[in-house]
């Protein structure tokens, strides 16, 4: 009796056709199996599910178009580095999220006001960050809390993202507000409150747009992997995964940052793994120090809070950085990231890509 566990993956050619692809799932199908197609920006993965015997007698390296065919034993598929040995890099508009850079993502934790957002936005960009974040959309644990300004705060930031020259991050609450956020955003956070809630997790997989899942507040590794196996299984590889700090007994710190899962989740898959310093450690002190201790874990970059005002912020104002902080994390980011040999991301050019050309925009 084949178990969830029993699959082997199909990796098709760059060059395979629809009708390569299709003739895989077909013969798939016919012998009982279900096969899961997963298209990616350079490569299309198939994944099988069922009777691996019979699979294995299945000449599917002859197939045309396909490239490999590999056992995978975990329960995630996709996102299993088994099946991409190759560490994957994410592109969010121009702005790569990989294993050889440390990628700084900055912002303020919630959109208030125009001027708020914009002095906030230079702020990260002056600190070396070439993705903005901010919340138009923010889910809170008490119903009297700051909710965000919806999609007026998405304009807002869709505009301040423009004149600062940026691409941007926000949360995506619901399934129903996923059209609107990503005609706009560049980027679709899942939060740690809706990593489990698989029917966003497959709505937002179909949206096209990549992907920043965070770790929710009580989910184990393989947890946390599963859920992006959701969004993987809708077709979408571009997945960026955060660690934000786990609930723990230790009440010192707003979270508990798991540094360890950083390596663990590496070892287990082949995306991006990202730290979030400010809501782990929930007070501005703590944000340098947990920065720090990422890049020097491996983190493949951070996300991080900032506010021109936090003793004014609706949202999260102890633990945004102040204008005061951006030399020291910039200096940190550029220390830490060759000390472990890793280097500033270099943004896309348009006007280069085409022929393969790289070149870094100025902040």
């Known amino acids: 009796m084949p178990t969830e566990d029993t699959a082997m993956v199909v990796v098709m ?16 199908e016919e012998v009982g199996g ?50 991409h040995p190759r560490p994957s890099t994410v592109w969010v508009d121009d702005v790569p999220i990989g294993r050889d850079t440390v990628t700084l ?16 936005a230079k702020m990260a960009r002056d600190a070396g960050a070439l993705i903005l974040r901010g919340g138009a959309y923010k889910p809170r644990t008490s119903p009297y809390s700051f909710q965000g300004l919806g999609e007026k705060g998405l304009d807002i930031l869709a505009g301040v993202a423009e004149e600062v020259g940026l691409p941007f991050v926000t949360e995506v609450v619901t399934p129903a507000d996923i059209d609107t956020v990503a005609a706009k955003a560049h980027m679709l ?44 299984h809708q ?6 995964l955060c660690e934000r700090g786990i609930r723990t007994y230790e009440p010192a710190t707003r979270n508990t940052l798991d540094v360890s ?15 979030d310093p400010s809501h782990s450690g929930g007070t501005r002190d703590l944000v340098l120090p947990l ?27 102890p633990q945004a950085l102040k204008r005061d902080d951006i030399v020291t994390l910039r200096e940190a980011v550029s220390t830490l990231a060759t000390a472990v040999g890793r280097q500033l991301p270099e943004r896309r050019d348009p006007a280069l890509s085409a022929g393969g050309a790289w070149g870094r925009s100025a902040n």
């Open 34 to 83: 279900d096969a899961f197609v997963s298209r990616g920006k350079h490569q299309t993965i198939v994944g099988l599910v069922g009777d691996l015997a019979q699979f294995s007698e299945m000449p599917l390296h002859a197939f045309p178009g396909v490239d490999d065919v590999i056992r995978v034993s975990r329960p995630y598929k996709l996102v299993s580095n088994e099946t």
């Open 291 to 317: 920065a720090r201790a990422g890049i020097a874990v491996g983190a493949d970059g951070l996300i991080i809070d900032m506010h021109p005002r936090p003793e004014t912020a609706l949202c999260d104002g």
């Open 189 to 232: 956070q899942v939060g740690a409150r809706n990593m489990q809630n698989f029917q966003l997790l497959r709505e937002v997989g179909m949206s096209g747009k990549p992907v920043l899942l965070k770790r929710g507040l009580t989910a184990t590794i393989d947890e946390w992997i599963m859920a992006a196996e959701y969004i993987a």
């Open 105 to 120: 993502i900055a912002g303020p934790c919630a959109v208030e006001t125009e001027d708020q957002t914009l002095a906030a």
């Open 261 to 275: 899962a950083v390596p663990v989740v590496q070892s287990l898959t082949h995306l991006p793994v990202i730290v």
């Open 13 to 28: 050619r760059h060059t395979a056709t629809s009708q390569d692809i299709d003739s895989v799932v077909r013969a798939v």
């Open 235 to 240: 077709g979408n590889l571009q997945v960026v």
